[in-house]
């Protein structure tokens, strides 16, 4: 049974940091990309962080490139979400999703139930 549980999100003021985990399992971690997606109220779901399979390449939105930083552990099946200098648009809630497969190519699409963040003062 394939599971993305997200964990780490909360309430948090102007300027400050979260990190979000994501912890995976009944499915091969390793072999496949892994995204951050955000959903903002009244907002379409958007890609926030991209990373590869062996975590060699990452990617990033132009509204958090510089703030945001993703990674994994792959000895550990879970994959991060590292938010730094968080605004009051970056509220939202934070899913995990799994991506393409490396050997495949073929998108997974494996979602977790989200993790809200709430940037407020």
């Known amino acids: 049974q394939v599971q993305l549980v997200e964990s780490g999100g909360g309430l948090v003021q102007p300027g400050g940091s979260l990190r979000l985990s994501c912890a995976a399992s009944g499915f091969t971690f390793s072999m496949y990309d892994m995204n951050w997606y955000r959903q903002r109220p009244g907002k379409e779901r958007e890609l926030v962080a991209s990373i590869t399979s062996r975590g060699g390449l990452t990617n990033y939105a132009d509204s958090v490139k510089g703030r945001f930083t993703v990674s994994r552990d792959n000895a550990k099946n879970a994959v991060y979400l590292s938010m730094n200098a968080l605004n009051f648009e970056d509220t939202a809630v934070y899913y995990c999703?799994?991506?393409?497969?490396?050997?495949?190519?073929?998108?997974?699409?494996?979602w977790g139930q989200g993790t809200q963040v709430t940037v407020s003062s």
């Open positions: 999703n799994a991506g393409r497969n490396l050997i495949t190519g073929r998108p997974a699409n494996f």
